[in-house]
């Protein structure tokens, strides 16, 4: 292989990602953009890279055509940060892209370009007013980079979560954008490879952008059937895919516990919820009908004691759910229950 880029094959509920023509890895189809577009790696992509940029030491050198190799390789060495090969590569492959393409039409062509996308993140690096050093036109590229990033990122955030059912309006904008913008689609290439086995034609992809990556994963996500789900742990809510339709908890660490899965952990976790309130529940029932036995004795008490009860009903929901949380114990629980009582008079 020899043009910078991430290169893919699709087979059966799978992305291969070919690092080199005899060493594949392959992923189950629609895994990679929930690994590349949610947590820790979209983070490092952006932010690690904005930094690298900013402190690139050859920064003050005029920008020169001949100064683009060392500027390569001082880019290449960026995207090791993200140890998730995937989408280093893909990251790398489309900050190239974008070096090319402004390094041949000339930086200045890209400057108002380059101004018009400042509302698109906060860490965008424009304005520049002309393009004088490495550093400027290493911050130009990284813009249109980081366009290219979010614009995947968003792409991914609108299909899996129409998908998911869980789509708002703005998901909705984003799609409509992103089928729009599918039509003119840069960056994706075909190949078509023998494989002297099966004696048929494989396409390989060619893909050097993050928004075009998505499009050509969402295309076989169709082809095959595959859906994004939504986590249903609700500290942790990421879209995830699984072959089984009942999955319901996601594959990655959980908010919880690193070291578990959302998988692993949640189950346990919602059962021990259940046991908690259930004995939330037990203690209401009992203090209520404490309070309903001295009220049925104990007429003249009514008036406190119906205090008791609505104070029970007010505020039985809110404590509850700070046993649940863990905020209070089940025994702080049961000491409020218990004080709501009447006070003996005592002879001293
Ligand atoms: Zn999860």
Request: proline share 5%.
């Amino acid at each position: 292989m020899d043009a910078f880029g991430l290169y893919l094959m699709f087979s059966m509920l799978a992305t291969q990602v070919l690092p080199s023509p005899n060493k594949r890895v392959e992923y189950p189809l629609g895994l990679l953009p929930c690994r590349i577009f949610q947590g820790e790696t979209y983070r490092s992509l952006s932010r690690i890279i904005r930094n690298m940029v900013l402190m690139y030491p050859g920064g003050d050198i005029r920008y020169e055509q001949s100064g683009l190799s060392d500027a390569r390789d001082y880019i290449e060495q960026c995207f090791l940060y993200d140890e998730f090969r995937p989408a280093s590569h893909l990251g790398l492959a489309s900050f190239f892209r974008v070096m090319e393409t402004i390094s041949y039409h000339g930086p200045r062509n890209f400057l108002i370009q380059a101004a018009e996308m400042m509302d698109q993140g906060d860490d965008l690096l424009i304005p520049v007013s002309d393009v004088v050093s490495m550093k400027d036109f290493l911050s130009l590229c990284f813009d249109f980079y980081l366009v290219d990033l979010i614009n995947g990122h968003d792409a991914f955030a609108a299909l899996a979560s129409i998908q998911a059912g869980v789509n708002s309006d703005s998901n909705n904008e984003v799609y409509a954008r992103f089928v729009e913008e599918t039509k003119n689609l840069p960056a994706v290439e075909m190949k078509l490879v023998f494989d002297p086995v099966t004696r048929a034609f494989n396409p390989i992809y060619r893909v050097t952008s993050f928004q075009a990556y998505m499009a050509l994963e969402y295309m076989q996500m169709l082809d095959q059937n595959v859906k994004f789900r939504r986590c249903q742990n609700p500290a942790c809510g990421k879209f995830f895919v699984a072959q089984r339709t009942t999955a319901k908890y996601c594959d990655f660490p959980s908010p919880q516990n690193e070291l578990k899965t959302c998988k692993e952990l949640y189950p346990q976790v919602a059962s021990r919820e259940k046991t908690t309130k259930d004995a939330v529940l037990k203690s209401i029932r009992g203090a209520q009908s404490r309070l309903y036995n001295v009220r049925r004795r104990h007429p003249e008490q009514s008036e406190a004691i119906n205090r008791f009860l609505d104070e029970i009903d007010a505020r039985k929901e809110s404590m509850s759910e700070k046993v649940v949380t863990g905020e209070i114990t089940l025994a702080d629980f049961n000491k409020w229950l218990e004080s709501l009582t009447i006070k003996k008079e005592r002879n001293t």
